[in-house]
């Protein structure tokens, strides 16, 4: 594989060589040793078809050579002013080959069977099919709830079937169903406008447990709750482009209710599991701050209609890649 600089802002999916053929498509928005960690566990997949990397980098991450000679079968790009990671997903999956694209984060370590499981898994009938995102064994109780906000439907106990949502840090797509779909993503792949699209027009989206990633994150707090605010913000405002005014005005009369509600799914999920239950208590406080910061960002949206003026990730607090 060639290295390449991405220049051109609309692109179309480049040509398939095979139904069968895979390709990993990682958005970079964390840090420069978290994409080296999440490589690493890419080139030492166990049991995978062959397999192409494409990799979108942030602009801010630095500069990507020495990476690019670690890792010279991996496709690194960037564009200059693409930094949010709905950009950046567009950019990385635009750029692939496969017939099958699986798309993760650099935060992410996956197992060393997922492009196997998640490769093999069967598209026909479904929208798209993910797997679990896990926290670092070693989270503190901060980590951990913010790991917990954002991918506890995905995380255990969860069983096989059916789901509501997917995570893009866990997620293949058939591209014969992106390509069908492709004016709603080119520019900016919102994964909850994608993922509707495509369960209307293809079928369920499917949680298979077999597929895992596990999310590393270290980040400060006050960053953590700007996340939340502004990914809050920016599903809010998404969700009123289609409304009437009428049901717009019901969903920001009924938003105060949104922090209870949001707490209660939380919970829920939390008792299924004892383990799960006692860390859940541990990180209460953290819980507590991340669902008010994402609720304000929510009702904000439904309010105004405006995305955040900044949707990027909290960034990373330095790190080795051990």
Request: net charge neutral; hydrophobic share 45%; charged share 20%.
């Amino acid at each position: 594989m060639t290295h390449a600089l991405f220049e051109s802002p609309m692109l179309t999916l480049a040509p398939s060589s095979a139904d069968d053929s895979v390709s990993v498509a990682v958005v970079a928005i964390c840090s420069l040793p978290q994409l080296e960690r999440c490589l690493d566990s890419l080139v030492s997949q166990r049991e995978a078809p062959d397999f192409e990397v494409i990799v979108a980098a942030d602009t801010a991450l630095g500069d990507l050579s020495q990476l690019r000679a670690q890792f010279p079968s991996i496709t690194l790009l960037s564009r200059e002013g693409c930094r949010t990671p709905i950009e950046l997903a567009a950019m990385a999956i635009q750029s692939c080959s496969g017939a099958r694209i699986l798309l993760t984060e650099d935060s992410c370590v996956a197992h060393h069977l997922w492009v196997a499981t998640l490769a093999a898994t069967a598209w026909q009938g479904r929208g798209a099919v993910g797997g679990l995102v896990e926290p670092r064994e070693d989270a503190s109780p901060a980590a951990w709830a913010f790991c917990y906000v954002d991918f506890f439907r995905y995380m255990r106990p969860a069983s096989e079937g059916i789901t509501p949502s997917l995570s893009v840090c866990n997620v293949a797509y058939h591209r014969s169903h992106l390509t069908a779909i492709a004016h709603l993503w080119q520019t900016s792949f919102l994964e909850t406008e994608v993922h509707a699209k495509l369960r209307d027009r293809f079928g369920p989206l499917w949680l298979s447990p077999e597929s895992e990633v596990r999310v590393r994150r270290n980040v400060r707090f006050g960053d953590a709750l700007y996340e939340r605010y502004a990914f809050g913000r920016l599903f809010g405002a998404t969700r009123m482009r289609n409304m009437s005014i009428g049901r717009r005005l019901s969903y920001v009369l009924l938003a105060p209710a949104l922090p209870a509600l949001l707490f209660r799914r939380l919970a829920a999920k939390a008792v299924a599991s004892p383990e799960t239950a006692a860390l859940f208590r541990r990180a209460l406080p953290a819980l507590v701050a991340l669902v008010f910061a994402w609720s304000w960002g929510e009702w904000l949206g439904y309010l105004t209609g405006r995305r955040p003026r900044r949707i990027t990730t909290a960034p990373e607090v330095g790190e080795s890649t051990e």
